[in-house]
């Protein structure tokens, strides 16, 4: 049995082959130092197979230009690269890095860009108008910024409390627990006054939130004023910090402003502002009177304003309606504390054309109380002799204008209004 070959073996040159293969080499390498394109080529050598196959199974050849294959490592290939005529490409310029000093200066300038926009909110264009001032630096009381505008479609008036500033201290700990208080003058009703959450622990409050007044007609902000006041906040109570007034007349015309005004101290001579004719709140009315069927649809839309009649400042409001003459009666569901209540509810009343001159459309507001008598809240009278004259235009364009229908906001009355 033949010895077995090691098929890892490296392979070796023959002695004939080496001798033929070194005078070769010295061949080439004499005429590339005497600059001679010409070189004359190799002859291929035999290597002898790891696998024990004849020399001739495996041979080297010479490598063209564009391949990438190379011959093995053998003692010939000692020629230095600066003696062969290859071109030789240039390495690409590479970018000089950005100076260490530069880069971080244009880092930390992004940086502090970044957290001054974020961190710092100044004073928006809108708020610096002629109705505002730049922020005060000097105001004892502190700065409040916020912006009115009025709806006309949606009838509300719009209060959105943006920030305060500067504050002065009110807690022992040097800061205060500040929130705002709206009030719409003159009036005493508590549905005229909403406030903000409260925000703890600062001299510099950002509240963002929009206040609304509901049941807003235009003509409701004339000879109006909104007074803001800025409340500290304590486990017993508040106490004032300051306060500002706007008038609305100008916003009646849907325009929107925005203020950044100083905090003022507040007025002792208000209670006579205040005072007056108890304000009822008003009730908004949707009736068309359909003329082929003689049969008039009342909708009882909703109420605003209305006053507190429980012990929780809210009330419980339902509505009844009842026409002269018909001794049936209508009634809307029950809603459950609240002050502008919203009910939707439609009525369908059978009467004939003829007979609306002499005809009353009562409505009357309750306060719905368990175990007890109702209270009375308001009322609401139609007819076309009545007092109030936005409920006898009211009437009067219903049958004007019929089989379309007419929608209006009216005031609510200590007691049903007798004709005239």
Not at 243 to 255: K, M, Q, S, V, Y
Not at 391 to 412: C, M, T
Request: charged share 25%; proline share 9%; net charge neutral.
């Amino acid at each position: 049995m033949p010895a077995r070959r090691d098929a890892w073996a490296r392979p070796s040159w023959d002695s004939d082959s080496d001798e033929h293969s070194t005078s070769e080499v010295d061949e080439v390498d004499a005429a590339r130092e005497h600059g001679d394109d010409q070189v004359p080529p190799r002859s291929p050598a035999a290597l002898q197979s790891p696998f024990g196959q004849p020399k001739e199974w495996f041979q080297y050849r010479r490598p063209s230009n564009s391949s990438s294959v190379g011959r093995p490592a053998s003692p010939v290939s000692t020629t230095p690269s600066s003696t062969l005529s290859m071109p030789v490409t240039p390495p690409a310029t590479a970018q000089a890095p950005p100076e260490p000093q530069k880069e971080d200066a244009a880092r930390k300038a992004s940086v502090d860009t970044k957290s001054e926009s974020t961190l710092t909110k100044a004073p928006s264009q809108e708020a610096l108008q002629s109705h505002s001032s730049p922020v005060p630096h000097d105001a004892p009381l502190g700065w409040l910024e916020f912006a009115i505008w009025f709806e006309p479609n949606a009838n509300r008036l719009m209060v959105h409390i943006v920030r305060a500033g500067q504050l002065p201290p009110m807690d022992m700990n040097g800061l205060a627990d500040p929130y705002v208080k709206i009030h719409l003058l003159p009036g005493h009703a508590k549905s005229w006054k909403l406030r903000t959450r409260t925000i703890y622990a600062t001299l510099s409050p950002e509240w963002d939130q929009i206040l609304p007044y509901v049941g807003m007609a235009p003509s409701d902000l004339i000879h109006r004023t909104l007074r803001l006041r800025v409340y500290d906040e304590d486990r017993i109570g508040a106490e004032l910090v300051g306060e500002c007034r706007i008038a609305l007349d100008r916003f009646a015309a849907g325009r929107k402003e925005t203020f950044l005004v100083p905090l003022q101290k507040a007025k002792e001579d208000e209670a006579a502002q205040e005072m007056g004719s108890p304000d009822r709140g008003k009730m908004r009315l949707r009736l068309v009177y359909h003329s082929s069927r003689q049969m008039l649809t009342v909708t009882v839309v909703s109420c605003a304003h209305l006053l507190p009649m429980d012990t929780n400042g809210f009330s419980d409001p339902f509505v009844k309606v009842q026409l002269s003459g018909d001794k049936r009666k209508w009634k809307t569901t029950v809603r459950k504390r609240t002050l502008n209540p919203e009910f939707n509810e439609e009525f369908h009343i059978p009467l004939a054309a003829t007979e609306h001159a002499r005809r009353r459309l009562c409505f009357e507001i309750w306060d719905h109380d368990v175990g007890k008598k109702n209270d009375y809240l308001g009322a609401v009278t139609l007819s076309a002799t009545v007092k109030c004259p936005l409920a006898r235009q009211l009437w009067s364009e219903v049958f004007s204008h019929k089989d379309k229908a007419q929608e209006k906001w009216l005031p609510l009355q200590d007691q049903l209004e007798p004709s005239l």
